[in-house]
């Protein structure tokens, strides 16, 4: 009776045809599908007639209100990766660390083995990418040899949870990386969707039951071609994601799941020689390779989550020779430059049909706050006009499709960070009027119009003066 049916997986999103297609239904990407022989549980095990029903076991119902303790947490001894998690690492949680290989996930997890291994906790590193020899020599480059990190190169997940379900529980533990593993209870070749499903799966049930804390590394690649950690994402408590782009040392730790805490704040982290070091205030650095003096460029008084941060965005507008003119964004979001150059044209009378446009987040940093269209927009017409903006100010306000300015949340951190810095302007929204400013003066603006004839009227100024 049973039939043995294959399953092609979308190595992408892990969607299970029943034949083989050259574009997965459930994503849309191209020639991600694999054969990856009986469909391990995926979608067809045989049920209805042929097996004999279960009986059902009764549990117990529990009301909403109780007494459950907090989550306990382990402060890891890295204060910006605490402050993503939101104060540690839970017992028994599952965090899937996602980002580029090369971009530091390994560096940053053998530092923070070592910081926990040095309070005096058990700390577990199993790397299936590289040779213990590598890690150490890694260790030692660090400078984290005295710490006492149990180190094993493995794959085998039924050997690591044996391994590690033998004497004292580990209290943090690192699977480098989860694509690596494999499990003999499936079938399919190491790295597939299914296989990477299943180990997530069991090293998961591991950590449930334990107490231990897990660290699962996944790599992202922008093909479809090695199984995503994208499959195990809904299955982990926590999902951080480490950004950072190649040509610069910050590296950018952010929550994009978290059952324990919040998700808006960031980890600042910079790529030395002697591995991350944690940056602990971000402002300092993302201004400190200002261009002062020259059109373009705009402070941006922004906050990420719970800190203000400073950071410099930068445009180039300058005539096309294409019949579409460019519109480039790195560090911001397309669609709302498409807006702020659409209230440009509309509402201020600049014109920028005629012109490419390239707009940049300084140091690497990716800005999600509707609140830097102020700062941007500056950016843009300081470009446009070759006024250079003031160089002890600050920008931040969202603009609306009216063209009118319009208030923002935590003006008064926004303000003592720009102050702490040494800033002594700040251009706001009008609703920012009267705010306590410590000093700062405070410039504020009803409508993108008055910024833009402002700014115009600086660069006609410059011109006449001969600079
Ligand atoms: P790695 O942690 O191996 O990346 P991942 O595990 O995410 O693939 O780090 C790789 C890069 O980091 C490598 O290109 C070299 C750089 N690096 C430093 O600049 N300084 C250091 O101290 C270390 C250990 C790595
Ligand atoms: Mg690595």
Redesign the pocket.
Known sequence: MSRRTLAFICQNCGAAAGRWQGKCEGCGEWNTLVEEGDSAGVAARPMGPGRPARKGRRFALEPLAGDTQQAPRLPSGLAELDRVTGGGLVRGSVLLMA????????????QAAAALARTGHRAVYISG??AVAQVRL?AE??GLSDAKVELAAETSVEDIVATLSEGKTPRLVII??IQTMWTDAIESAPGTVTQVRGSAQMLIRFAKRSGAAVIL?G?VTKDGQIAGPRVVEHMVDAVLS?EGDGSH?FRILRAVKNRFGPTDEIGVFE??????REVANPSELFLSERDLGSPGAAVFAGIEGTRPLLVEIQALVAPTSLGTPRRAVVGWDQSRLSMVLAVLEAHCGVKLGGHDVYLNVAGGLRIMEPAADLAASAALVSSLAHAPLPADAVYFGEVSLSGAIRPVAQTAARLKEAKKLGFTRAIVPEAARGEVSDGLSLTPVAMLANLVADIAERGTKARRTGT
């Open positions: 980002g580029d290989p090369g971009i530091g996930k390994s560096t940053l997890l053998i990418e590289e890694r480059r660090l480098d990386s590394v790599h480490f040392q790529m030395t020689g002697l591995g991350l």
